[in-house]
């Protein structure tokens, strides 16, 4: 069961939290160095904590996020560009002080990015995401009607597995075969997805969520979903996260731009 905190993101508007997260993500991804990362990190982590985010929270995120980030800079270690002393070479690898550098980077990179990410990210309800898309970010109700309800849909895949699992047993067919087990379950499964879709499909379409054109009815909404202060607060705040970060490794002069 996800673990839910009450924060002061919960006042944000969905489609505020896609602002933030571009915001904030945009300057990093445009550097390489470590300095920019680690001031963005540590931005991130501040910025979490006042907000509201339980500390044990966001150490179960960032333990997660420790395992990725460290498959890619071991990745940018062995194989990153070469420059400086070079502490070790094989064949391809060469283990250099800039490749070392470039794989601290890369590391404290995806701790930032991910932690950003998932706490913006982790707790919000699909119904708001898709209010705000139609009608603050003037998307197609067509499109967001059809992605809320594949969403939707993606809880059933565990609860079908169960049962798939469940049957098998019961027609004594046990767990043996894991690998012939596990395809026919998942053949099994695909069916059943592609059966509840066309009846999902043929049911919004009866009702008029496919209705196109300049005849088709203007669809109303049950929430209303709106832009208030905080969310300029909120953005604003990002932006200056970013900024900083950036502007730090710019001021000591480690800052590597991408394709520099």
């Given at each position: 069961m996800t673990e839910k905190a009450n924060t002061l993101l919960d006042r944000l508007n969905p489609v505020t939290r896609f602002a933030m997260a571009l915001v904030l993500s945009i300057p990093l991804i445009l550097t390489l160095d470590w300095l920019s990362a680690a001031v963005g990190l540590v931005l991130v982590l501040v910025a979490a904590l006042a907000c509201g985010f339980p500390p044990r929270l966001i150490a179960r995120r960032l333990a997660v996020l420790f395992v990725v980030g460290m498959l890619a800079a071991i990745s940018m270690a062995l194989y990153g560009r070469p420059g400086g002393a070079e502490w070790f070479a094989w064949l391809l690898?060469?283990?250099?002080?800039?490749?070392?550098?470039?794989?601290?980077?890369?590391?404290?990179?995806?701790?930032?990015?991910?932690?950003?990410a998932v706490l913006l990210f982790g707790d919000v309800d699909p119904t708001d995401l898709a209010d705000g898309l139609a009608q603050v970010a003037r998307l197609p109700a067509r499109f967001v009607l059809g992605a809320l309800a594949g969403i939707r849909m993606l809880g059933l895949f565990t609860d079908d597995w169960r049962s798939l699992g469940l049957a098998r047993r019961a027609r004594g067919l046990g767990d043996?075969?894991?690998?012939?087990?596990?395809?026919?379950?998942?053949?099994?499964?695909?069916?059943?997805?592609?059966?509840?879709?066309?009846?999902?499909?043929?049911?919004?379409?009866?009702?008029?969520?496919?209705?196109?054109?300049?005849?088709?009815?203007?669809?109303?909404?049950?929430?209303?979903?709106?832009l208030r202060g905080a969310d300029a607060v909120g953005v604003l705040v990002c932006a200056v996260m970013g900024a900083v970060a950036v502007g730090s490794a710019v001021w000591f002069g480690t800052a590597n731009w991408v394709g520099s």
């Open positions: 690898i060469r283990v250099t002080d800039n490749s070392l550098l470039l794989a601290v980077a890369v590391l404290l990179r995806v701790l930032a990015l991910g932690l950003s043996t075969g894991r690998v012939r087990r596990w395809l026919s379950m998942a053949f099994a499964l695909l069916v059943l997805a592609i059966r509840r879709g066309s009846r999902l499909a043929t049911a919004m379409e009866a009702k008029g969520f496919g209705a196109t054109g300049p005849d088709a009815p203007e669809r109303s909404w049950a929430r209303e979903s709106r």
